[in-house]
């Protein structure tokens, strides 16, 4: 094989490469940092690379038009490296970072009658030893240990090796006054001994400040709550991209991506990057002297999908894609922050709370727990639509859930114009029944550059009901407004034209994207019919609808009704909980019975696969049309539709 | 402060240090690696360097010569660097690799009705997993256990995050076939779960081969034991000297130096390079095809005094010197080979046997169990003595121990001409009544070069029965010979003139040495009076003297009697057991039950702490003289010196 010389603009040494070596393998080698929101599988076109001298082989040309070809842009992880070439690399999306405006922080209330030293597990002994003397020479360690039994009750602790390292020290230096900070367990494993996480010189701050955080690995968004488990109340909120975002938009790019060399602890590193980076800002905004540090953090919960939490704890997650799709672990034995690689006190327990399925996670379990929906007399439709879509449908008496294959279509992804809640996003849109001219609101009142998954909703609910498309997702050609138009991939409607936009370019919905988002919301409608039949009952039944979630958090109830998104019912049942997932998190933290309600959840919820489930299919074909091909279900836009042709 | 250039003649780069630096500190940082068998405290004279241009400013001189001086020697750890200076560094004193002859090898008898599957820890169960399928889709951990719970009976398995990382993998490639290896626990504490070690595909090799390793971290020498937990035997025993020598001969040396900056770390990694060598070479020895490997030792019981178990773990031995001399830890805790740096199975289980005191560790634990003096109805007395001398009194009844602080001087440490027992040193010797002329045995057939442990017994007992030394240790200067003379040190007898010797140097025996000698067989046997005044026995009621440790294995006790080191009982109540503390960590592998009496031993057994005791002081004077002040303990000595004036 020959070796090639491959020179990006942007870094100083060309490196050299075999023939066959991916454009993409070669970036990497050169440390050009890609973005590839779809793991590198030729589907985003987002890595497209501009060959400015030699020649490739392109195995794929998707998503590039014939200019971008004439220009020589190529698809990194689809390009094949057979001689000497140069390449331009074009300024990339940037991964903006999210601040914790109002459109993250909430408001918490620290539950009612909470007590910290009755409720949760992190719990400070002060001691007063007696010190050794000739007539008396016990070591350390038993000494310490007498003093948890005799003083605090407490037998059969457990210590690390780094921490009996240390203990000899601490206790002369308190001069055998000293404070025992334990983790008692989850308090139903009675078997489990309490664990020593750290001891203190003297003990003069009783209790001292014990912290803790609430962690929701997001496929997108990581969340990262700092609670003082004295008093309960969350003091700092913080949420960022997950910076695995460039190695693929969802979870099933993800485990692509982590089956390539070294992918699976790339994602890893990212990861835990991405938390570390969130408890540093989030230690900073605690207003303390001195400074709060990450490593005083004595516990962490973790919540996620069980995709986001394999790859957090290095666990391949190559078998949640593969038929039969399991998971290695849902219900994770507790860690050591140590043992993971969080930046808190390295003796500090890491909690993942438990996942149920290989897509259904532990963000649902916990979200189960903090939207109550295991502890109401309703029957209650739980539904968090993030990058994936989770529906539960129960009560006190009886829980099912599944995972709908929605994909991220509402979350920008997958849709031409499409992008994230960011500045420069269409949050909202009407198109004026009249003339068809589209009025719209961006997020960051500036000119927009795309359309978010909000701003999706209304487009298709307002396409539909000014009948821009029909109840099948065909454009209406015969055109009132040059809006509607035949481009490059059929037909589409211009939301924007480039003169008003930030970049200059069109933005416009094609048909592919709107087939994609009918698509998406069949899946997720489908789900809560299959979900309702496993359990007899019909969907009017449900008695509120619960949504957890960031992408609940602004959409429009009516216009998510009218695509057949959201059943048909009354609006006042609806209700946007924001993130239920970490919520539970904080819960579990706080309260030892929750964690133990957590686990039980995670238990009696029957999971039901949609992929073998035999009515699934003719549901979602059924679903497939605006707002649903049974309109008797939508009695509320079969009677708009009806009064629209009536006037 | 200035900077002072100091060349080394060994090494190619001179180093710069400030004015006021060690010598041993400026080689150091050159890499010249100096041996310093008394922790760098300025005792033992061995890191002398020959300082060749420039001059330097010597704190002590202890030890040097006139003429050393002349020629330009200075002791490393207490000569201070003023200016620059070129160094020559004389061949140092080679420590030897012990080999594994019959001076340390033993047949080792596998205990009666030795049963793998119900006495020891480790167990091997072969699973058939029921495949994954669309309608099971239970998380791989979740299969693993419920195989467990169905087709072993075991509950609640614990199991690390690395092991976690690999089991899909393996639960696949053995098609659902595995072999799971737990640690079951020492089988008292019900509450504590069995863990999962290693996880095997496929289950052809039924049992699989179980290797554990028990190793004795003498503050001289370590040994390895490899030991077949199917068969129960040892297949494999290498010992090799402590690399920790070079920073200290004894442990109080050992602990002043990890006192040092970055000591304690050095010697931790030494003595686990020693541990991990042995382990290398124990598993080269044993056939197998494929040769086994370390790390497919799936534990290790670990046995040692107080000290080096404390440098092992990277716990600090400082307190274990000082008043009260108080231990961190008596009882460690389980710990994984990963944690503690063992290079078998990362989640291999390293048990560190128990110790009662600072001076009192686990290697008598364990010789206390293998030699059964827990349980016998004899009154026993049980001794150690190797770089240290610990004593136990006792019977099934009850158990007494104490240490003697009778410093390394039978190892050959604090004595002009003493060595240790290896090629070259001289291990008895006679001396002619008539006219003093010595008769002497060489280890290894060679020209002797210095005098070890057993040869310094049977020196000072020739010495005292011909009349060379009198019961108080003084030259008797009427001379019969030109033998007796006086030398640098005052009085001295010489037992090979250079003409001789291996390095044309006289080995002579001092005074000083002389005084050395009867000084640590004083404490030993001060020891023994004060543990059967504590219990209320005369020493003569002893009805068997068990001879542990590499020590006892050479001497004869006639002249160890002569001298007043044992105690005047009948020869045939003496015994030499060879390494009893590497064989109790043999029997603790093997035998749940006997690990459990080994904890047994440590808390029912009383120590007395000698510097406390108000007898002791008393008892080391009256042994202070040869055989001891009061004759009638010794009757056979006081019968032989009576025949011998009567002749």
Redesign the interface.
């Known amino acids: 094989m020959t070796d090639h010389t491959v020179t990006f603009d942007t870094v100083h040494e060309p490196v050299a490469v075999k023939t066959g070596t991916l454009l993409s393998e070669a970036a990497q080698l050169a440390g050009v940092d890609l973005n590839q929101p779809c793991g590198g599988q030729g589907r985003c076109g987002r890595c497209a690379l501009q060959i400015t001298e030699g020649s490739v082989r392109r195995r794929s040309t998707i998503r590039l038009s014939e200019e971008d070809l004439d220009q020589g842009f190529a698809l990194a992880c689809q390009t094949v490296v057979e001689g000497d070439i140069r390449v331009s690399v074009p300024e990339q999306e940037k991964i903006e970072r999210l601040l914790t405006t109002d459109r993250t922080a909430a408001e918490i209330t620290v539950p009612k009658g909470y007590d910290s030293n009755l409720d949760q597990a992190i719990q400070a002994y002060p001691l007063t030893l007696t010190p ?11 000494r310490l240990s007498t003093g948890l039994r005799q003083q605090a009750g407490i037998e ?1 602790v ?4 780094p921490l ?2 240390r ?3 601490i206790l ?1 230096e308190g001069n055998w006054d000293v404070t025992a900070i334990l983790d008692m367990g989850s308090g139903d494993n009675q ?1 489990v ?1 309490p664990r020593l996480i750290e001891l203190l010189p003297g003990k003069e701050l009783i209790p001292p400040p014990l912290w803790a955080a609430a962690i929701d690995i997001g496929t997108t968004t990581v969340t990262v709550w700092i609670v003082d488990l004295i008093t309960g109340k969350v003091e700092a909120q913080t949420a960022q991209y997950n910076k695995q975002i460039s190695r693929g938009e969802d979870v099933v790019s993800r485990i692509i991506f982590a089956g390539k060399d070294g992918g699976q602890e790339n994602l890893r590193n990212l990861v835990l990057e991405t938390i570390n980076e969130l408890l540093e800002t989030a230690c900073k905004r605690i207003k303390s002297d001195p400074a709060l540090l990450p490593s005083q953090i004595l516990k962490a919960t973790i919540v996620g999908n069980s995709t986001m939490i394999h790859l957090a ?4 997650p ?2 949640i894609r593969m ?11 507790p ?1 050591t922050a140590h ?2 690689g969080l930046n808190i006190h390295p003796e500090g327990t890491v909690d993942c709370l438990p996942g149920v ?2 897509y259904v996670g532990a963000d649902i379990t916990a979200g189960v727990l903090s939207a109550g929906v295991d502890d109401t007399e309703q029957v209650t439709l739980f539904m968090d639509v993030g990058t994936n879509g989770e529906i539960v449908l129960g009560s006190r008496e009886w829980l099912v859930t599944c995972a709908c294959s929605a994909g991220p279509a509402f979350e920008g992804a997958g849709v031409a114009s499409g992008m994230r809640a960011t500045k420069g996003a269409i949050e909202d849109i009407w198109i004026n029944d009249a003339n068809l001219e589209p009025t719209f609101r961006v997020i960051g009142k500036v000119k927009p550059r795309g359309i978010c998954g909000s701003g999706l909703i209304a487009l298709l609910a307002e396409m539909f009901l000014t009948g821009v498309i029909d109840k099948a997702g065909n454009f209406n050609d015969s055109s009132k407004t040059p809006r509607i138009r035949q481009g490059d991939h059929g037909w589409e409607y211009v939301i924007c034209y480039g003169d008003d936009s930030s970049d200059g370019n069109d933005i416009v919905i094609t048909h592919v994207d709107v087939d994609n988002l009918v698509r998406a919301k069949a899946a997720i409608y489908a789900g809560f019919s299959v979900l309702a039949n496993s359990v007899g009952i019909p969907l009017d039944w449900v008695e509120q609808v619960l949504i957890g979630g960031s992408f609940g958090k602004y959409i429009n109830v009516e216009k998510a009704i009218e695509i057949g998104l959201l059943p048909d019912l009354p609006w006042d049942k609806f209700q946007f909980l924001g993130n239920t997932a970490v919520r539970g998190a904080y819960l579990a933290l706080l309260d030892r019975q929750a964690r133990q309600k957590i686990n039980e959840i995670a238990s009696r919820m029957t ?1 039901i ?1 949609l ?2 489930d035999n009515t699934f299919y003719d549901a979602f074909m059924s679903a497939l049309f605006l707002p649903h091909t049974d309109l008797s279900r939508f009695p509320s836009v079969e009677s708009a539709l009806t009064n629209k042709e009536i006037n």
């Open positions: 050794p003397d000739m007539s008396d020479q016990t070591d350390d360690w038993s059969e457990q210590v690390s090796l009996l390292q203990i000899g020290n002369r078997d001994h704890l290095g666990i391949s190559e078998h038929m039969p799709f399991t998971t290695t672990i849902n219900q994770v034995p860690l043992e993971l399925a290989s999971y696969e992929s073998a």
